[in-house]
Nanobody, 122 residues
Framework: QVQLVESGGGLVQAGDSLRLSCAASGRTISNCVMGWFRQAPGKEREFVAAIHWSGPSTRYADSVKGRFTISRDNAKNTVFLQMNSLKPEDTAVYYC???????????????WGQGTQVTVSS
């Protein structure tokens, strides 16, 4: 089992920055790919970024490349999503997810957090 708890969401203005955190716990963390997803009202959930817990591999959605950065702190079992130059279209509930024994290209995630709201005003 893997437990995920997101934090760091809030209301910001366009152009601002925000950092989301995902605290992870569980026996298989070191074998996981950690991902961030988002879901805006009336839209399907979409992939944002992924990082492997034990290696350098990362992957980003085209819509956030150059603006968002995913990173991890192994000592604190925490994954971060640094979001810069935020746009109103980034408004969504952001979810942290974990995929056990997969690569960063996976689309199949096994565990999900409860989500944190990010709202970007224009």
């Amino acid at each position: 089992q893997v437990q995920l708890v997101e934090s760091g969401g809030g209301l910001v203005q366009a152009g601002d920055s925000l950092r989301l955190s995902c605290a992870a716990s569980g026996r298989t963390i070191s074998n996981c790919v950690m991902g961030w997803f988002r879901q805006a009202p009336g839209k399907e959930r979409e992939f944002v970024a992924a990082i492997h817990w034990s290696g350098p591999s990362t992957r980003y959605a085209d819509s956030v490349k150059g603006r968002f950065t995913i990173s991890r702190d192994n000592a604190k079992n925490t994954v971060f999503l640094q979001m810069n130059s935020l746009k109103p279209e980034d408004t969504a509930v952001y979810y942290c997810a974990a995929a056990v024994l997969k690569s960063v290209t996976t689309t199949r995630y096994d565990y999900w957090g409860q989500g944190t709201q990010v709202t970007v005003s224009s």
